[in-house]
């Protein structure tokens, strides 16, 4: 019976150690790759829309993913400010805004505020009127600096209600070109 023992002993032996080794080594939980995040478009259809409020003409040429907005009035300067929600425009940098068309090609010194709005302005003169009539023409608008990752913005030609909104920046300029040394001019009271 010993040696019957023995064997049984021996078996004992081996299971009671085998519960006290190691348990191996647990595999690291995988998870699903993040999802990347939808590509910029490299360019983007925008819609115009205008406004004569008084002395103010505002346009815009929106797409949900870029939009400018040009301003004038009653200052003697065309104000751009150009949008693209989300990550497309850097926090606090110097950019340029581009544009290329039939009519013609020109850039804008500008620069982004803290909510990733690029601002830049031109005066209301013969060279900024003409800006403005290339961009009411057609074409495309770019931002271009460092951190910009947005998509151009396609802007179609403005039409019957761009050439009207243009009459509103045209008399604006030109009560700015009849403003004695650049002053206030003074009301017209002729009867």
Excluded at 178 to 187: F, I, L, R, V
Aim: overall charge positive; hydrophobic content about 35%.
């Amino acid at each position: 019976m010993t040696r019957i023992a023995s064997p049984l002993l021996l078996l004992l032996a081996l299971g009671l150690a085998a519960c006290q080794s190691e348990p191996p080594p647990s595999r690291p939980v995988s998870r699903a790759p993040a999802r990347p995040a939808p590509p910029v478009p490299s360019e983007v259809e925008g819609a115009w829309s205008f406004s004569v409020l008084g002395d103010r003409c505002s346009a815009r040429v929106a797409h949900r993913q870029m939009t400018l907005a040009v301003s004038a009035g009653p200052a003697e300067k065309a104000s751009f400010s150009l949008t693209a929600p989300g990550r497309g425009l850097p926090v606090n940098r110097p950019v340029r805004i581009d544009f290329r068309g039939d009519g013609g090609n020109w850039q804008l010194p500008g620069r982004t505020n803290g909510s990733r709005v690029a601002s830049a302005s031109t005066p209301l003169n013969e060279a900024g009127e003409a800006r403005i009539r290339d961009l009411l023409g057609g074409g495309t608008v770019r931002a271009s600096g460092s951190g910009v990752s947005a998509p151009a913005l396609s802007v179609p030609d403005a039409g019957v209600s761009g050439r009207d909104w243009y009459g509103c920046l045209a008399r604006l300029a030109q009560g700015a070109a009849t403003k004695p040394d650049g002053g206030d001019a003074a009301p017209d009271k002729s009867p």
